[in-house]
């Protein structure tokens, strides 16, 4: 008898199970996190232990070469994870993640990641969706960065950052956000960034207002041939 009601138990328990609760709560190998702007959540060279989740605010993700130069490989929103390098048998952190603004963030250790994948469906699929989503993101920046003007791609990081699309309406970007990072994440020149900036204002597709919002017509560079 006990052989046939234990997989019901168990699968009462996981159609229970509520992914968005794990992420929302700490316990065994989970613990939340607060990094004021600025701060580093992780270093280049560190050890690869944990993934982490991010509930509210903006991190920077960037990369140092031999060289010593920085580079910008993304900026990540509330609903992100990052540092998952950790599951794939990455012994040093590749990068650098630091938050933009206050930050407020959950650090999943590597272990307790691992066994919620492999026991828990619902956290498995939104992982793997996540990722899935953020692996069709790389490939369009590739596209973008091989195909498209430096003035395209600087209105999609543009409409990246506002999050255009989730919200549906203008949001405000990361406050102060230096133009010298979004040269970096364009690939192009300050210069070249500031002389868009100054176009995009001009034509209203952006305005500054305590910081820069975007606005939706700003589409109209990213479609027009």
Known sequence: MASIMTPVAVSKETRNFNP???LATIGIGRKAMLFPKKQNIFTQGDPADAV??????KVRLTV???TGKEAT???LSDGSF???????????RMGSATAMTDCAVLRIEKTAMMQALHREHTV?????TYLLARNIRYE???VDQLFNSSEKRLARVLLMLARFGKEGVPQTV??????ETLAEMVGTTRSRVSFFMNRFRKLGFIHYNGGLQVHSSLLHIVLHD
């Not at 982490?52 to 605010?57: A, D, I």
């Not at 990361?174 to 133009?179: F, L, N």
């Open 64 to 66: 140092v070469s031999k």
């Open 174 to 179: 990361v406050p102060k956000i230096s133009q």
């Open 140 to 142: 369009e920046d590739l």
């Open 124 to 128: 498995s699929d939104l992982f793997v």
């Open 20 to 22: 968005h609760t794990f």
């Open 82 to 92: 990052f540092g998952e390098g950790s599951l794939a048998g990455q012994a040093l």
């Open 52 to 57: 982490f989740y991010l509930h509210t605010g």
């Open 73 to 75: 490989i993304g900026i």
